[in-house]
């Protein structure tokens, strides 16, 4: 059974760098097939997404953070890392990674979650 | 981009009986394939978003059947034939036809 579990920071500082790194284990993220994706829910609020990536390196991106972001696959560590550059109060959230598996399976496979607070 | 627009934003439910959560999206989630690229979550509190519904009506593996989904171009529907005490929680809708992928504002279930 696939499972991601999502590691960051906790706290970061305003005008800094944020960056995550998802983990899959009980399944290899280049096994073709799924799309591996970033979400934030900011603080009692509801979901963003950020953006979607296939282990060939195609992105993409949600438009509004495109210019701040980046994300990539790791496949010798079966992980999945996003950047966030210049984070401001509003980059606050919990952020999730998920499997997409599309119209054959949808967002079947969820990690827990990780609080980042940005905050001097 | 896409909107989705739910309601009720809140709904009281007793349980043992039935509830019904409407969900809108701005334009047709259908696409040239034949899909409807509309999804269900319930977020039970603490916790990360679950799959229910894919497609408009397939339950996702392990959800109850008490749960359907159903409805086609932008008007959905999630029902749930009979609530149980378990179900509490947000349910979200979301569109995964074109990016950016929206959700919709969410219903909050509680119990009477």
């Known amino acids: 059974q696939v499972q991601l579990r999502e590691s960051g920071p906790g706290l970061v500082k305003p005008s800094q760098t944020l960056s995550l790194t998802c983990t899959v284990s009980?399944?290899?993220?280049?096994?073709?097939?799924?799309?591996w994706t970033w979400f934030r829910q900011h603080p009692g609020m509801g979901l963003e997404w950020i953006a979607n990536?296939?282990?060939?390196?195609?992105?993409y991106d949600n438009l509004s953070l495109k210019s701040r972001m980046t994300t990539s696959i790791d496949a010798s560590k079966n992980q999945l890392s996003l950047t966030l550059t210049s984070v401001t109060a509003a980059d606050t959230a919990v952020y999730y990674c998920?499997?997409?598996?599309?119209?054959?399976?949808?967002?079947?496979?969820w990690g827990q979650g990780t609080l980042v607070t940005v905050s001097s | 981009d896409i909107v989705m627009t739910q309601s009720p934003l809140s709904l009281p439910v007793t349980p043992g009986e039935p509830a019904s959560i409407s969900c809108r999206s701005s334009?047709?989630?259908?696409?040239?394939?034949?899909?409807?690229?509309l999804e269900w979550f319930l977020q039970k509190p603490g916790q990360s978003p679950q799959l229910l519904i894919y497609m408009a009506s397939n339950r996702a593996s392990g959800v109850p059947d008490r749960f359907s989904g159903s409805g086609s171009g932008t008007d959905f529907t999630l029902k749930i034939s009979r609530v149980e005490a378990e179900d509490v929680g947000i349910y979200f809708c979301m569109q995964t036809l074109q990016t950016p992928l929206t959700f919709g504002g969410g219903t909050k279930v509680e119990i009477k």
């Open positions: 990536t296939y282990y060939s390196g195609v992105t």
């Open positions: 998920a499997r997409w598996g599309g119209q054959q399976s949808s967002f079947d496979c």
């Open positions: 009980g399944g290899s993220i280049s096994s073709g097939g799924y799309y």
């Open positions: 334009q047709s989630l259908l696409h040239s394939n034949g899909n409807t690229y």
